[in-house]
T-cell receptor, first 112, second 118 residues
């Protein structure tokens, strides 16, 4: 069943702008992860935030987690055309044994 | 490190034939491998979880006799789509969890296999 729900579904921005993507989920989690997928390819892990963490940074990425609201956001700063891809949040539900449940994904287009 | 190789990257087959997709962990031992299916512009739907040396656990609605999964070693899992039909055309992706990873570790994904059944 679908756990994560991202919004917006599609986002188009100009190179250099920041991109913010949101994800909501329904159940208790061990962690929440963000992945990137280029068209026709597999998924690349971007960042993982644990349930006891509130914010995490990795390069141009910043992810937040609000377990009280069951939501997360991914911010990509100073976007580049190469950031154009689909982005998925995935939740590792408590007791699910590393089985990830993915959201529907957000298509990000960065215009050069 | 943590590379997962999936083969083939694409395959076209005729209706009624069977297709085998391989998923290998190249530089780590994978106790658990997951098989996902993805339709165009949609999310990944988990099909089954396979643990080395035991039977796969299938998600509700996935036919285990249709999608045969074998995880005979710590580095190889295979998915065989038996008697494929056009509706089985999809993008199949495997992922692996390392033997040494904790439950707060990311999964490592293969590059996927595009299956087209004519």
């Amino acid at each position: 069943s679908q756990q994560g729900e991202e919004d917006p579904q599609a986002l188009s921005i100009q190179e250099g702008e920041n991109a913010t993507m949101n994800c909501s989920y329904k159940t208790s989690i061990n962690n929440l992860q963000w992945y990137r997928q280029n068209s026709g390819r597999g998924l690349v892990h971007l960042i993982l935030i644990r349930s006891n963490e509130r914010e995490k940074h990795s390069g141009r990425l910043r992810v937040t987690l609000d377990t009280s609201k069951k939501s997360s956001s991914l911010l990509i700063t100073a976007s580049r055309a190469a950031d154009t891809a689909s982005y998925f949040c995935a939740t590792d539900e408590t007791g699910a044994n590393s089985k990830l449940t993915f959201g529907k994904g957000i298509t990000l287009s960065v215009r050069p | 490190g943590a590379v997962v190789s999936q083969h083939p990257s694409w395959v076209i087959c005729k209706s009624g034939t069977s297709v085998k997709i391989e998923c290998r962990s190249l530089d780590f031992q994978a106790t658990t491998m997951f098989w996902y299916r993805q339709f165009p512009k949609q999310s990944l739907m988990l099909m089954a979880t396979s643990n080395e040396g035991s039977k796969a656990t299938y998600e509700q609605g996935v036919e285990k006799d249709k999608f045969l999964i074998n995880h005979a070693s710590l580095t190889l899992s295979t998915l065989t789509v038996t008697s494929a039909h056009p509706e089985d055309s999809s993008f199949y992706i495997c992922s692996a969890s390392s033997l040494w990873s904790s439950y707060n570790s990311p999964l490592h994904f293969g590059n996927g296999t595009r299956l087209t059944v004519t």
